[in-house]
């Protein structure tokens, strides 16, 4: 009989378009989610600031008996994925790879896009995996930093929204480009924009396919929550929870009030 | 004979505007500055969250033997100067008090302007003291969140920067304020946008007022650095040192390699 929850953590809010995949595809699991929102953006920050805070939100969830933990943030998935897969035994997902997969069986003229934030760009690591499993494919990579600040401002679709968006795109539809990866967990808040201005190039959320992998993994491991009672999901998060909450009702369209974790001590 | 140096810290490089106006007022003081470029930006953080963080900064600067710590950040000016008074005997020099000196020294219809992070904003600590001084003054304050990331970003002059000052500076425009004060050390950065869109209305720069106040503090403590050997200035941050150096000469028109520091351990 499992009951054990699915750890999931993200740098802020973002995580929470994870959350919403997660949950529609699993819909008998808990979920316990960490956001570092004393913390936030990740994307700025060097791979050895960004591994150490993920270290110490993976040991805590550790603490909650999580039978799996989800990296829903893009930017520690591509800087930190090996460094805790190294470190502890718990299973770790992480989003790179569930977005290349999606991406590599939808592009026809394997001229593929990836943003997001700074430190997820420098890392490379969509660029290397995509190369590895397709080396005549090519990659145009361009970091969005004002996207995270643009989507906690709630400015999703307003004229600076778009015209940021366009600025940011051009470059990458001028390389005909026929699918974008969106490698940033808050870049599913802009969907609306991003459409607009890529028109009918092909738009990939790893989320979608992470989530589809995790339903899989959990079956295969017999690690499925078995109880059927309905499962209550909690929420921590390192600072202030009043912004947090009124997000998560708005992506989950459901009240989860959240607590406060001092993160610095795990 | 003084030879301690002051000491100024900040979320991030916005301080380095204000370390420009104390080089200027005091060209013979030695600066030792810390950055926390690892958990910046502050503006959308609690209360606790700032003061815990700015105590962290301010122990670390008492390790250095400084004379005077200058709070750079308009975010820890306004929520956590009481606190580090309290907790702390060196002396500490704040923002809020000199930004609200000098624009009332130039308001003629006392109709003033504050903008500032969220937690700047929020905290009402430049209201409260205009309203001390000058009851009769209508205060009306804003938050302009995508400031600091457009600064970081280098986004300073374009449309998108443009577009982004009119949206957040229409209201207060419309208030008829003729003096505005910039209540957060990024948005200097952004001078040119901001003077365009509020045309002959007053712009303060608190950093200006405090730099003068911490000459004539000095000079009447005794504590004036009586070396006549040229300063060394020192840059310590939390986080990847080369966006701080870039970022650094920009401002000071002078290269000073910055120097890593775990600053949880504080």
Chains 1, 2 share one sequence.
């Not at 078995?226 to 929420?235: C, I, K, Q, R, V």
């Not at 998060?237 to 001092?262: E, M």
Request: proline share 4%; glycine share 6%; net charge negative.
């Amino acid at each position: 009989m499992n009951r054990q929850a699915i750890g999931v953590f993200d740098s802020g809010v973002g995580g929470l378009t994870v959350v919403r995949e997660l949950i529609k595809h699993m819909p008998n699991e808990e979920i316990i989610y960490f956001g570092d929102t004393a913390r936030v953006p990740y994307g700025a920050k060097s791979k050895e600031t960004v591994t150490k805070y993920a270290r110490q939100i993976v040991n805590f969830l550790l603490t909650k008996d999580v039978k799996a933990v989800v990296i829903a943030c893009g930017t520690v998935s591509s800087n930190s994925y090996y460094d805790l897969m190294a470190a502890f035994d718990v299973p770790i997902i992480e989003m790179v790879s569930h977005g290349v997969s999606m991406c590599l069986d939808v592009t026809q003229n394997n001229t593929i896009g990836v943003i997001g934030t700074e430190a997820t760009i420098r890392s490379r690591a969509y660029e290397y995996l995509i190369k590895q499993k397709r080396p005549e494919a090519q990659v145009f990579a361009r970091s969005c930093p004002l996207f995270v600040p643009l989507a906690e401002e709630g400015w999703t679709s307003n004229t600076v929204a778009q015209m940021t968006t366009e600025l940011y795109l051009q470059e990458l539809i001028d390389r005909k480009i026929d699918s974008l990866i969106l490698g940033c967990t808050h870049y599913p808040l802009l969907l609306e924009c991003i459409q607009r201005a890529v028109g009918g190039i092909h738009i990939i959320n790893p989320a979608e396919a992470a989530a589809a992998f995790i339903a899989r993994f959990l079956r295969e491991h017999g690690l499925e929550r078995d109880y059927t009672t309905a499962p209550e999901h909690t929420f921590f998060v390192s600072d202030n929870t009043n912004k947090f909450d009124r997000i998560c009702r708005l992506v989950l369209g459901n009240a989860y009030p959240s607590q406060t974790v001092d993160i610095e001590r795990y």
